[in-house]
């Protein structure tokens, strides 16, 4: 049984959806840095998220003082103690057609001439990060394995199962909703796969799933249990997810500040849209929870015949080669970086990957 198509992430380090993704001005430096094997997008939905600043807002703090910076904060911090992230966010504001028009841009940018001097190669793959129902993911895929026929570079699709400020419960702990969007996806491959014996250009779109923060083995094994049911239902006889992006943010989480000068009654630093300001927690208290799931889903993923292929992308803490180091150690076939994204910028790859590369000397 063949194994499902590999994303090739070179160097293995890339961005994870998140804000810092939003805009083309995010995401073509991005793409020209040298140290990114990959970019993804920050999730986005067919006709985009209704964002509002009163409620969608995000703080950078200390995860031993608690101490929080302002919120809705949009410029990066350099405070060392500011190692860990609370979003109240959604999704993108803009559209899945407003990334495909943002990916034609980088790719026009690509393969002008000059191009490669501004380390804008063009066999460097993006990760287009989207959500919804599962009919919805599945005009995604159509959507972007017909733009991926227009553009220079290696397109892949991320399905966010996984974001904790939406109502209800995430996708992915639910074993029959996976389910559901692992036949989707096995449709869209099948459909693809028509496609091109029909005489269409063959385009591989590789797919993944984004996973919540697992707390128990029960949920590994509901997890792995989807994906193996998807075994054979596609066409090429694989299950059609590629790769599993492990970890969103942890909810329900709370930072607390005091106003008036730090003299005032304590009170929630961020809005949400439930009024107690319950968000998404991110940066170094995720990473040893997001280095236990990465290792658990590889191991689950390994037992199950057909399953073994699918690669990992490690995101949650890492902001240096130390924790670089300790993602690919757990399994983690490539690593992803957000929160320290935001607080250092494009150039937390170049030190990530320097301080790499210069213990290999």
Request: charged share 15%; glycine share 12%.
């Amino acid at each position: 049984m063949p194994p499902p198509p590999l994303l090739h992430i070179n160097p293995p380090l890339l961005n994870s959806a998140n804000p810092w993704a939003t805009d083309l001005s995010h995401l073509l430096p991005l793409y020209a840095s040298p140290h990114t094997g990959a970019v993804t997008t920050r999730t986005s939905t067919l006709h985009g998220y209704p964002h509002d600043d009163a409620i969608n807002q995000y703080t950078f703090f200390s995860p031993l003082t608690q101490t929080a910076a302002s919120p809705a904060t949009t410029t990066p911090t350099t405070a060392a103690a500011a190692a860990a992230s609370l979003n109240t966010l959604g999704y993108s504001p803009h559209p899945l057609s407003t990334y495909l028009s943002f990916i034609s841009t980088i790719s026009a940018a690509a393969t002008a001439s000059g191009g490669a001097n501004y380390g804008l190669r063009t066999d460097k793959p993006i990760i287009i990060s989207v959500t919804g129902t599962p009919a919805d993911v599945a005009s995604c895929h159509r959507l972007i394995r017909t733009h991926a026929r227009r553009v220079c570079m290696p397109l892949a699709m991320e399905v966010n199962l996984s974001c904790p400020n939406i109502a209800g419960v995430p996708a992915a702990y639910s074993r029959g909703t996976v389910n559901a969007y692992v036949e989707a996806l096995a449709e869209a491959r099948a459909e693809a796969e028509a496609e091109a014996q029909a005489g269409g250009k063959r385009v591989v779109v590789v797919v993944g799933l984004k996973t919540p923060p697992f707390t128990h083995a029960g949920m590994f094994d509901e997890f792995v249990g989807a994906l193996a049911a998807g075994v054979g239902r596609a066409g090429a006889g694989a299950c059609p997810v590629g790769f599993v992006t492990a970890v969103n943010t942890l909810a329900p989480a709370l930072v607390l500040g005091r106003g008036g000068g730090g003299k005032g009654a304590l009170e929630p630093v961020l809005r949400s849209a439930s009024g107690l300001g319950l968000g998404g927690m991110a940066g170094a208290p995720l990473h040893p929870l997001a280095l236990g799931n990465v290792l658990s889903l590889k191991q689950a993923l390994g037992r199950v015949e057909g399953l073994a292929g699918v690669m990992v992308i490690g995101v949650g803490g890492v902001e240096d080669a130390d924790g670089w180091r300790r993602m690919r150690r757990v399994g983690a076939e490539a690593v992803g970086v957000g929160t320290a994204l935001g607080r250092f910028g494009v150039g937390v790859f170049e030190r990530i990957w320097r301080g790499v590369e210069g213990a290999k000397l």
